[in-house]
């Protein structure tokens, strides 16, 4: 990775204001100055004002992790007004993520583990839980091996959290799972039981272990990943949607009761997203690689393009998720409380 240069090497190159984009996913053209990044910068969101200098350095190549997210001072108030200050430390951002304590549920693969890795390079202590974290290890990681579906299996993962640093500032709550059904007739009971379990029940158990920690802090952050099914139906997943929207409810009636409390509670929904859950054998590329009689990145374009036309033409990326879970677990989230934020490519186009 380049080294970001001295700060007295710093020049300031102002924003023509129509150079830049604002949000997640956009591509950053060009900043007015001469510093030219015509590559997609994917997950990097970069917020920046006609009249605002951004404190990035000309000739300097940056990748998408180490630009991570970058606010200029109009963006981010808690840096000196009227000059831009994008907070970088060493190689990234400096979030203010470093030494919280976090909770990754869902952590050994996908959407869970690219966010526990983000964080981890943020400077956070993360617990991982899974029923098999292995991938998620790192030094600033504990891994727990835990059925977070049944009762005491979110507990425990908020109790090692506890026990080991005593606090718990971040909760990710991850872990969920989507079965094929064939239609509303077709669920029967334990199947429905089986996939609230885990996807909204195992939130519920979490948010009440560690809200009590959270509250004695009177500070604490908690993301939990819902799905742009939470707000569009889909038959043949009707169990899933259920989950999901019951945990965007949640989320909000979190952010309602203990927001007054110093907890923020806020939910983030993907669209389709290229995880394992698509690429293990018997996922959901292989379903599509069948159906549509393609190659399995084939169906997974054509279904995207053509079936759920997805605005931007592709499917997510795993770490295009995690960058907005970090983000709203940050202090440069402190006023967004009861959000959904859809990350999606633009799939969702209601209000
Ligand atoms: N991938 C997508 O297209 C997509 C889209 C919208 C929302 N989501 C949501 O994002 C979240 C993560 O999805 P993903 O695609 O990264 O999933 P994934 O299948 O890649 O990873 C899920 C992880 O959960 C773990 N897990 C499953 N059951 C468990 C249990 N009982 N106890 C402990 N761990 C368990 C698995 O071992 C795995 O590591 C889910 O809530 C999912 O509903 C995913």
């Not at 981890?120 to 993360?126: I, W």
């Not at 009707?238 to 009761?257: I, N, P």
Request: hydrophobic share 45%.
């Amino acid at each position: 990775m380049t080294a970001f240069p001295p700060r007295a090497a710093r020049q300031d190159v102002r924003c023509p204001g129509n150079g830049i984009a604002s949000g997640v996913g956009h591509e950053l053209v060009r900043i007015k100055g001469g510093l030219l990044l015509e590559e997609s910068i994917g997950t990097a969101m970069i917020s920046a004002h006609a009249d605002a200098p951004l404190a990035l350095f000309q000739d300097t190549e940056y990748s998408v992790p180490e630009l991570g997210f970058a606010f200029c001072s109009w963006c981010y108030p808690g840096s000196a007004a009227g000059t831009c200050d994008l907070v970088m430390g060493g190689v990234s951002m400096d979030m203010g993520l470093k030494d919280r304590v976090a909770l990754v549920t869902g952590a050994g693969s996908g959407i869970g583990l690219a966010t526990t890795r983000l964080l981890a390079s943020e400077g956070a202590r993360v617990v991982a839980a899974d029923l098999d974290p292995n991938l998620a290890e790192g030094p600033a990681v504990l891994t727990v091996k835990v059925d977070l579906s049944v009762a005491g299996g979110p507990e425990a993962a908020v109790a090692r959290a506890i026990d080991a640093w005593g606090r718990i500032d971040i909760l990710v709550n991850n872990v969920g799972r989507l079965e094929f059904r064939d239609g509303f007739l077709s669920v029967c009971d334990d199947e429905w039981k089986s996939i609230l379990d885990l996807n909204f029940f195992s939130t519920v158990r979490a948010c009440r272990a560690a809200l009590p920690h959270m509250l004695a802090q009177r500070s604490g952050a908690i993301v939990t990943i819902a799905s742009d099914q939470g707000r569009q139906p889909e038959p043949s997943s009707v169990d899933y949607c259920v989950s999901k929207a019951a945990s965007l409810m949640l989320s909000k009636a979190l952010a309602k009761e203990f927001g007054p409390m110093g907890v923020r509670s806020n939910c983030v929904s993907p669209g389709p997203t290229r995880t394992p859950a698509w690429d293990t054998p018997g996922g959901f590329a292989d379903s599509l690689s069948e159906q549509y009689s393609m190659d399995r990145d084939g169906a997974v374009e054509h279904f995207a393009k053509f079936v759920k036309m997805i605005p931007a033409g592709r499917l997510g990326k795993p770490e295009e998720i995690a960058s907005t879970v970090a983000y709203l677990a940050s202090d440069l989230a402190l006023y967004i409380n009861g959000a959904d934020y859809r990350v999606d490519g633009g799939l969702v186009a209601g209000v």
